[in-house]
């Protein structure tokens, strides 16, 4: 069940991952490739449907685990060894995650197995690090910052209405609790799919950056802001734009 659920995440990323990468390496001329939804969703459920279940049962290996060393620290938070062993492994867990989105994101864009992509990533990771680790952590903490106060205006808002034109009581602390519930789902799966796109537009950046190439001028100006940890030449094969 739960490596049916993380499979059925990753293929939503590949595929997002590959529709966008449609978008950012075609040509001015056929600026909006068609069928690139269908083009990505073929890919995902056929050739690359391995690579998204071994990613799926990565990410349920994972999470199994984190819960595991959750309950323990629960259970037994005493000793000093037991703590620094718990922040060891939460933090090797939590660079699995890094790698693995970042890979699962190689792959929709070149089609390269599940092993070539984690490597192509690791390489494009060690040379960008610094910055790859700022777009993931400053977009998904903004846009989650973003939900959470907007469904929290929201609730409020709709509390002071029905406080205003109701006579409710009690209940009305109670239709905004669901009002605020509903609507930080629903955002939520839309910053799901933005932050999807935000990493998914960073990878081909640092792709073109590597090949010394400009697909997205636009995309130029603003990521070329961003912290680089470290220049080399290129290693991205020549199938990388291959999407």
Not at 144 to 168: C, E, N, P, Q, R
Not at 179 to 197: C, M, Q, R, S, Y
Request: a neutral charge.
């Amino acid at each position: 069940m739960l490596w049916s659920l993380t499979s059925m995440i990753e293929a939503q990323v590949y595929v997002i991952t590959g529709t966008i990468a449609q978008w950012y390496f075609a040509k001015e001329e056929d600026s909006v490739p068609r069928r690139s939804i269908r083009s990505s969703l073929r890919n995902a459920f056929g050739p690359s449907s391995g690579t998204i279940c071994l990613s799926g049962l990565l990410i349920g290996i994972v999470r199994v685990v984190r819960t595991a060393v959750d309950s323990a620290r629960r259970e037994d938070a005493s000793g000093i060894v037991n703590l620094v062993l718990q922040c060891c492994v939460n933090m090797l867990l939590s660079w699995i995650e890094f790698l693995n989105k970042f890979t699962i994101n190689f792959a929709a864009i070149t089609g390269e197995a599940y092993c070539t992509s984690a490597r192509m990533s690791y390489e494009l990771l060690k040379r960008n690090l610094l910055s790859a680790v700022f777009v993931e952590t400053v977009s998904t903490r903004l846009l989650g910052g973003i939900v959470f106060v907007f469904s929290a205006i929201y609730a409020i808002a709709a509390w002071g209405i029905l406080k205003g034109v109701t006579d409710l009581g009690v209940d009305s602390y109670f239709v905004a609790l669901l009002a605020w519930a509903v609507l930080i789902v629903v955002l939520g799966f839309f910053i799901h799919v933005l932050d999807n796109v935000v990493d998914t537009v960073y990878i081909c950046y640092a792709i073109d950056r590597d090949k010394g190439e400009v697909c997205k001028q636009d995309v130029h100006e603003v990521y070329v802001h961003l912290p680089i940890s470290r220049n080399s030449r290129s290693t991205v094969g020549p199938r990388t734009l291959g999407v």
